[in-house]
């Protein structure tokens, strides 16, 4: 078993969100997080769109919740750090962000849905892309009956040398 069965997976899921309506996108940030969340079947409500905004008007990203709540404070939205983690979690269930777990304590959401891995840059708490597409695991294990993987994540840890 290889990434490839992680990679079909992601995108069969993708293809059934978008299966009901393509969105259109236009280049206009709001314009385009308004038809994301439709076409995901989210409502676009104010907090969402004013967040998707601020998550997908900048590109691919890396952000924490509380990376998200501090640019949504400078921003002057008003949301509560528990309407940022709910939105993230809505907006992860709706396959527009992909959840990224460095470890037990630090959860990075990626709006790049696409398969890939990161480096985790320790001294920084930053997570970067790896850009080398035919990175693949040569190995897995039995998966234990009755489940089945739903995506594989590489993460990659990285330091300076000292």
Not at 54 to 64: S, V
Not at 135 to 156: N, T
């Amino acid at each position: 078993m290889n990434e490839n069965i992680a990679s079909q997976h992601d995108d069969d899921h993708a293809a059934a969100l978008l299966s009901g309506r393509q969105p259109a996108l236009t280049g206009c940030p709001w314009h385009d997080v308004n038809e994301m969340l439709q076409s995901a079947g989210l409502r676009p409500t104010r907090q969402r769109m004013a967040l998707g905004w601020l998550l997908f008007g900048k590109g691919a990203r890396h952000l924490t919740a509380e990376m998200l709540y501090e640019e949504a404070t400078l921003a002057k939205v008003p949301v509560s750090l528990a309407t940022v983690y709910n939105t993230l979690n809505q907006l992860t269930d709706a396959g527009l962000l992909r959840q990224v777990s460095v470890d037990g304590t630090k959860t990075y959401f990626d709006t790049n849905v696409t398969t890939h891995h990161h480096y985790y840059l320790e001294n920084s708490h930053e997570l970067v892309d790896i850009e080398d597409p035919h990175l693949a695991l040569s190995k897995m294990p039995e998966v234990p009956e009755g489940y089945e993987i739903s995506r594989i994540d590489m993460v990659v840890r990285l330091r300076k040398k000292r």
